[in-house]
């Protein structure tokens, strides 16, 4: 049987990957319960430096009825927007990758003419 500490350390081991790589401008966790409260308070703080790091400062904790909520802000523009303009340049690639997905899961995907 799984340890709660081992299960909430995978948990925020996966938001860490998440805010690498995805970059969001705010990430909230919110809990009406005080004694997650007092974990992610707990976690938050204990990895506030690394969390500097990539970018984010913790704001909180905020009583907003019923909840207490934590707020991970980003203090940087994300690379994600920069990239957003180069769309157009990358959907060829993004289109090939994604359709062997999107045909084992039984989307359609359109056909579209791209210069090769």
């Known amino acids: 049987m799984m340890q709660p500490f081992s299960i909430f ?4 081991e996966a938001v860490h990957e998440f805010i690498t790589v ?32 990539l970018g984010y400062k913790l704001e909180g904790p905020h009583r907003v009825d019923p909840c207490l909520e934590f707020v991970l802000r980003r203090k940087k523009p994300s690379g994600w927007k920069s990239w957003g303009r180069r769309a157009d340049e990358h959907s060829a690639v993004t289109h090939m990758q994604a359709q ?17």
Do not use: M
Not at 9 to 12: D, K, T
């Open 100 to 116: 062997p997905f999107q045909q084992r899961v039984g989307i359609r995907v359109p056909a579209h003419k791209h210069p090769i």
């Open 9 to 12: 350390n995978g948990v925020f």
């Open 22 to 53: 995805r970059e969001p401008d705010k990430l909230v966790f919110a809990t009406k319960r005080d004694e997650l409260a007092s974990i992610y308070q707990t976690y938050l703080r204990r990895e506030s430096a690394a969390l500097d790091k």
